[in-house]
């Protein structure tokens, strides 16, 4: 089955909206990823759907202002934690160095991690072959340490950062190309899957998740809005 996330990024404004918006995206290999103050909320109202949540720390406890640990996550019944997106990267200064540590207390505490990985547009620019090697470096040292146990319980995200929609000029990678790129990712790293995500929408999900190398998507903007997601979440829908 392929795995679709839901990434609401700061939104929506009110929990009434965001539980009307979980209720909307409550399908069986969907992933609801809301900011955290409405976890609990749509937790309560979710039937099908797993919880993500967009961020963690790397520490159980302890004085670190505006974190939010592990466990506390976990106690919250939350199953996936996104790790290493590129708004995080870029806008927040996120290192690889705090990217693989929060992987590692996430995974410590049964968490799964859904870590995004992706090459600004330079790179790209330069080739696929750059931005495979781009990649290598992110995964490796994103991952540095985990035992081979646990990377079965990672799913890697291929997000050109340049397909973000919220990028300047964004546009969705060619999926030939996106598909390349994650079937080489799988031969890097023995983890849960590769998805893609970078602009997907309801007219293009059936390019990408109709690929065999793709084994699901990242989704921002469109998640935003029912209609559209569940349209995503059909193609998405083996039609055996
Ligand atoms: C994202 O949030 O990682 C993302 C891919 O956003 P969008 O679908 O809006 O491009």
Redesign the pocket.
């Given at each position: 089955m392929k795995l679709i996330a839901a990434?609401w990024?700061s939104n929506p404004d009110t929990a009434k909206t965001a539980e009307r918006l979980a209720l909307a995206e409550d399908y069986e290999g969907v992933i609801i990823i809301p900011p955290f103050q409405y976890l609990e909320r749509v937790r309560s109202v979710l039937k099908h759907a797993s919880l993500g949540a967009q961020n963690v720390f790397w520490e159980n406890g302890g004085p670190f202002t505006g974190e939010v640990s592990p466990s506390q996550l976990k106690n919250l019944s939350v199953s996936f934690v996104i790790a290493g997106?590129s708004?995080r990267r870029a806008y927040l200064g996120e290192t690889d160095d705090m990217i693989n540590k929060k992987i590692k207390a996430a995974l410590s505490e049964g968490l799964q991690v859904i870590l995004?990985v992706g090459e600004p547009i330079q790179i790209r620019k330069d080739g696929i072959r750059s931005a495979k090697d781009f990649i290598t470096n992110q995964i490796r040292y994103d991952l540095r340490g985990v035992k081979r146990s646990d990377a079965k319980k990672v799913i890697i995200?291929y997000?050109p950062i340049w397909?973000?929609?919220?990028s300047q000029n964004?546009e969705p990678d060619i999926p030939e190309e996106a598909a390349e790129i994650c079937a080489y990712i799988k031969n890097l790293v023995n983890v849960r899957g590769v998805i893609y995500?970078?602009?997907?929408n309801a007219k293009n999900a059936k390019e990408f998740l109709g690929r065999d190398d793709i084994d699901g998507a990242?989704?921002?903007?469109?998640?935003l809005k029912p209609k559209e997601f569940q349209k995503i979440v059909s193609a998405a829908t083996p039609l055996v």
């Amino acid at each position: 089955m392929k795995l679709i996330a839901a990434n609401w990024k700061s939104n929506p404004d009110t929990a009434k909206t965001a539980e009307r918006l979980a209720l909307a995206e409550d399908y069986e290999g969907v992933i609801i990823i809301p900011p955290f103050q409405y976890l609990e909320r749509v937790r309560s109202v979710l039937k099908h759907a797993s919880l993500g949540a967009q961020n963690v720390f790397w520490e159980n406890g302890g004085p670190f202002t505006g974190e939010v640990s592990p466990s506390q996550l976990k106690n919250l019944s939350v199953s996936f934690v996104i790790a290493g997106h590129s708004e995080r990267r870029a806008y927040l200064g996120e290192t690889d160095d705090m990217i693989n540590k929060k992987i590692k207390a996430a995974l410590s505490e049964g968490l799964q991690v859904i870590l995004c990985v992706g090459e600004p547009i330079q790179i790209r620019k330069d080739g696929i072959r750059s931005a495979k090697d781009f990649i290598t470096n992110q995964i490796r040292y994103d991952l540095r340490g985990v035992k081979r146990s646990d990377a079965k319980k990672v799913i890697i995200t291929y997000e050109p950062i340049w397909a973000i929609s919220t990028s300047q000029n964004a546009e969705p990678d060619i999926p030939e190309e996106a598909a390349e790129i994650c079937a080489y990712i799988k031969n890097l790293v023995n983890v849960r899957g590769v998805i893609y995500g970078g602009s997907v929408n309801a007219k293009n999900a059936k390019e990408f998740l109709g690929r065999d190398d793709i084994d699901g998507a990242l989704v921002g903007g469109e998640s935003l809005k029912p209609k559209e997601f569940q349209k995503i979440v059909s193609a998405a829908t083996p039609l055996v």
